[in-house]
């Protein structure tokens, strides 16, 4: 990899990523989120970012309700089964859109495999992964951050509130969207 490429990219702070639960997010009310509350994350790490604050749980809550809210809109996400692998792309783009100002893009759905998630992650970009039948977490959305200093990816799972750390032996098949901030 190429070191000026890394350096080039604007690279968001460790200390303002963002691992909330789906478990904050249900409040009785939801089920199967896991897409939205990827994207949710997504949207709360920038905030962070750009805000220099850690956001509160309660305006977590309300921008996780409007990204579910809109995901129903557009018949993307349900209650029942939660968000549609085919169209996460498209929910993504336009809650980016509308949410992020334009500040948070969707690149390239690719293959889920070391080379390309490596690839990814080298150039400062996060991934939003789609997994298929995985052994811990079945069907799921979830979101890779970077990678540690053990070269494990650091993973906001959406069931653990803090960053899951997954060997690149342990990712499973799948796959996944280009997060470009």
Partial sequence: MNKASVESKKIIDPKWLSFRSTAEFARNKYRNHCGPTAITNLLITLAQARDGRLVESEEAVEIFDRVAS???RLLVYNIRFGTTDLLLGLFARLVFFRLSKGSIRVGFR????????????????????????????????M??????????????????????????????RGLFLEIKT
């Fill in 110 to 141: 690719h293959f889920l495999n070391k080379k390309s998630l490596n690839r990814t992650i080298g150039r400062g970009n996060f991934a939003l992964l789609e997994l298929f039948g995985h052994p811990l977490y079945g069907w799921h959305q």
């Fill in 70 to 72: 809109f995901g129903r």
């Fill in 143 to 172: 979101l890779i951050y970077g990678m540690d200093e053990s070269g494990d990816y650091i993973a906001c799972d959406g069931i653990a509130d803090h960053p899951v750390h997954i060997p690149p032996a342990d990712i499973g």
